[in-house]
């Protein structure tokens, strides 16, 4: 089965800082990737998603991720991060034609003026 | 109204209440989800409905019944629950199909407290 690994549970960068948020997955084949961006309060939003092609996916908001086989990795990053991105972010996969996503435990991302 | 929609955003219920959360998806697709979201706990899939047929219980309690009347709309009935069912319950929608393209629509959200 299928797992995905957020090792950082709470993140703090300032204002205008890079970002990066790390995401491990494990499957045997190449999975579709997924982050989500979640508000206190609401629901979860598609920030991007990986299927195949080129390893680096631009999403929405300023904020990218790439695609790394040898690592099994998909990790999210944004180059200068707004206090508005301050939020809950999850790494998820999804398998072949399963209509079943597996999510990260999560990463709190805080943002500093 | 868009994307997918959850009534009501609040509830608070007693041990012996019945209530019954709603979830409404306006974007076509054939696949709802149920999900629950406790505090410092990853999201745990309760309930997968394909084209109206229940494909998926992860081992979900009784006390939780969903009924999926069309591709439209999922419920989420609810009764005996306990106070550590108090939790936030998000519903999903997506278009399933050979792709694998399994992105998922989430609601806002229903906020549950058992008191």
């Known amino acids: 089965a299928q797992s995905v690994t957020q090792p950082d549970i709470h993140i703090t960068v300032s204002e205008g800082a890079s970002l990066e948020l790390r995401c491990n997955y494990s499957?045997?084949?190449?999975?579709?990737l997924f982050w989500y961006v979640q508000s206190p309060g609401q629901g979860l939003q598609l920030l991007l998603k990986?299927?195949?092609?080129?390893?680096l996916v631009q999403g929405i908001k300023g904020f990218e991720a790439e695609f790394k086989r040898s690592q099994s990795s998909f990790n999210l990053r944004k180059p200068s991060v707004h206090w508005s991105d301050a939020a809950e972010y999850f790494c998820?996969?999804?398998?072949?034609?399963?209509?079943?996503?597996?999510f990260g435990t999560g990463t709190r991302l805080q943002v500093t003026l | 109204e868009t994307g997918v929609t959850q009534t009501p955003r609040h509830l608070v219920m007693g041990m012996t209440n019945k209530k019954s959360l709603k979830c409404e998806q306006h974007?076509?697709?054939?696949?709802m989800y149920w999900y629950k979201q406790s505090a410092k706990k990853p999201l745990e899939l309760m309930f997968v409905?394909?084209?109206?047929?229940?494909?998926e219980n992860n081992s979900v309690p009784s006390r939780f019944s969903p009924e999926c009347p069309n591709s439209s709309h999922l419920f989420l009935h609810l009764h005996t629950l306990q106070p550590e069912d108090s939790a936030l319950y998000l519903c999903?929608?997506?278009?399933?199909?050979?792709?694998?393209?399994?992105?998922?629509?989430f609601g806002p959200g229903t906020r549950l407290t058992v008191l």
């Open positions: 409905y394909n084209f109206k047929e229940q494909t």
């Open positions: 499957y045997g084949a190449t999975p579709y």
């Open positions: 999903a929608s997506s278009q399933v199909g050979t792709s694998g393209n399994n992105e998922q629509f």
């Open positions: 974007l076509g697709h054939n696949a």
């Open positions: 998820a996969v999804s398998t072949g034609t399963a209509s079943k996503l597996t």
């Open positions: 990986y299927f195949s092609g080129d390893t």
